[in-house]
Structure formats: C-alpha cells, structure tokens
C-alpha cells in the first residue's frame, strides 16, 4: 500500500515540476535589448534574437502602421504631387522550424511588403485619368508579434525607426 502512494506522489510531483519547467521555459525575451527598426522608404525593417523559446515552430510577425506620400501622373507623362496622405498598414512575417531554435535561442529578420497603389483619388490627384504612385512611407509604429505552439509568446510595439542611409 505504501509503495503505491509513493508512486502517485512522485509521479504527481514529477507532473508539477514539468508544468514549472514549462512556465520557466515560456519566458521569451529580446536578447540584446529591444529591436531596431530601419525605414527602408517604402518597407519597414527590423533583426531581432529571442530567448527563452521552447521546441515548437515559431512564427514573428511585424504590423507597421504610417502614412504614404504619393505622386500623381497626368496621362502626358507630367508628376504633380498627390494632396492626400495614405494610411497604410504593411505587414511581413518569418517562420522558424522548431529545429532551428538552439538552446532556446532564434534570430529573425523581416521585413514588411510595400504598399499597394492608391487610386487617383485617393491620392488626390485632379481625376481619375491620373495614375497614383506611393513614393515614401512615413511609419508611426511597429508591432512585432511572436507566436509559438498557437499562442502570442511576446507582443513589443515601437514608434521609433532609424532612416535607410
């Protein structure tokens, strides 16, 4: 009877330190400190490692959200600036396999799509003979979203990008 109720006990607490052991090991983190973002024009950018990862496939994904300058195009080949600023929500993601994570360690790099092009309205153009081109992005924040074995692991927002020399 006794050698019974050490069985469930250790098994009991060998299922409570695996749920610690998983909790400790969920903690993702920049490593290095916070990411950089560079302003690449018309994309947003960033490289960043993380820590603390467990062994499921890792997915980041990076929401930068700003404002587009566009030109517009008389059918005479003529550019005129556009009159209206375009909100813009570009987005790009990496997948990592989980085979690629060392020691719960994985660095990204990603990098946003460009935008897709206005109509000459709303860019501001004189009518709709014009065609409209995004020149220049201006992005007011990024959000970088972390997502492993379906759950957000680490969200980080940034309002604060480096200018592509």
Not at 34 to 49: I, K, Q, V, Y
Not at 88 to 112: E, H, Y
Request: charged share 10%.
């Amino acid at each position: 009877m006794k050698t019974r109720t050490k069985t469930k006990t250790l098994v009991m607490l060998g299922a409570v330190g695996a749920i610690a052991f998983s909790a400790l090991a969920a903690n993702v983190h920049f490593k290095g400190g916070n990411p950089t973002f560079t302003d690449n024009g018309l994309t947003l950018s960033t490289a960043f490692c993380l820590a603390g990862l467990g062994n499921q496939n890792i997915r980041a994904t990076i929401t930068a959200v700003g404002q587009g300058t566009a030109n517009c195009t008389n059918p005479g080949g003529n550019q005129a600036p556009g009159q209206n600023k375009i909100p813009l929500s570009l987005s790009g993601s990496q997948t990592i396999s989980a085979t690629d994570i060392k020691n719960g360690n994985v660095c990204f790099r990603v990098t946003s799509a460009g935008p897709t092009q206005p109509t000459a309205q709303e860019a501001g153009c004189p009518n709709n003979n014009w065609d409209a081109t995004i020149t220049d992005v201006v992005f007011s924040s990024a959000t970088i979203t972390v997502v492993q074995d379906g759950k957000v692991v680490l969200r980080k927002t940034v309002r604060t990008f480096a200018q592509q020399p």
